[in-house]
């Protein structure tokens, strides 16, 4: 089981940066850093001009690391939106459009989300793959 969830997250051959971004996924990426970066980052850091610091180093570990945290990531994701699919279904059937409207958006971002981590993994992909890394 293990194993195929693993085989979940590598990346298929279609999946470049190009790809992701015909999709929309960097100006996505462009909003939740605005947001992050208000919200994230202490007063104080916020003040003095910093971002806060998603890969705490430059060594491949914290690559590596950085990674592993896009597929955690991914994961909440995902579980959000199958979480949600329940909801969406009950307010088909009562025509509640208003409800279907919001679960949808949210389900949506939740979606956005997802195609944010693996566009990650890409741009991590090719660092790795630069510096010779084969894991």
Known sequence: TLGRAAGWFRLARFETVGFYRCLGVERFR???LEITTG???ET???TQGQRHIYIQGRSLSHIHAYEQ???TAEASHLI???LHTPF???FVEVRFWMGVGYIALFMLANVYCVL???YHRVRIARILQKAGDSR
């Open 30 to 32: 462009q909003v939740v």
């Open 39 to 41: 919200t994230a980052v």
């Open 44 to 46: 104080q850091q916020r």
């Open 69 to 71: 945290q896009t597929q």
């Open 80 to 82: 959000g939106v199958l």
């Open 88 to 90: 969406l279904w009950h």
């Open 116 to 118: 944010l981590q693996r």
